[in-house]
């Protein structure tokens, strides 16, 4: 069974940065095909950023340039370097596999909030 914890959250001013963690439970994090997604106020959850097994990783447009996704197999941990933080990147922050696991789990989240 996966399970997650993401933390790092927190509040920042525009232009300002945080980074994402994640840390999965299990043995197989190394084989999985992980993502970051987001959830906004009154809006559905999207894909952020998602990091294949073999690192190679894919944005949402909106964050192209600025987000960076990043895996540790040894720490079975995922991360999301967000720079240049923009008040439309306010919203809480999910990791889960790509894609999502079918029962439906999610973790907390972690809430960003960007504001000056």
């Known amino acids: 069974q996966v399970l997650v914890v993401e933390s790092g959250g927190g509040l920042v001013q525009p232009g300002e940065s945080l980074r994402l963690s994640c840390v999965v439970s299990g043995s197989i994090f190394r084989l999985l095909v992980m993502g970051w997604y987001r959830q906004a106020p009154g809006k559905q959850r999207e894909l952020v950023a998602d990091i294949s097994n073999g690192g190679r990783a894919n944005y949402l447009d909106s964050v192209k340039g600025r987000f960076t996704i990043s895996r540790d197999n040894a720490k079975n941990t995922l991360y999301l370097q967000m720079n240049s933080l923009k008040p439309e990147d306010t919203a809480v922050y999910y990791c889960?596999?790509?894609?999502?696991?079918?029962?439906?789990?999610w973790g907390q989240g972690t809430q960003v909030t960007v504001s000056s």
């Open positions: 889960n596999l790509r894609p999502p696991l079918a029962n439906g789990y």
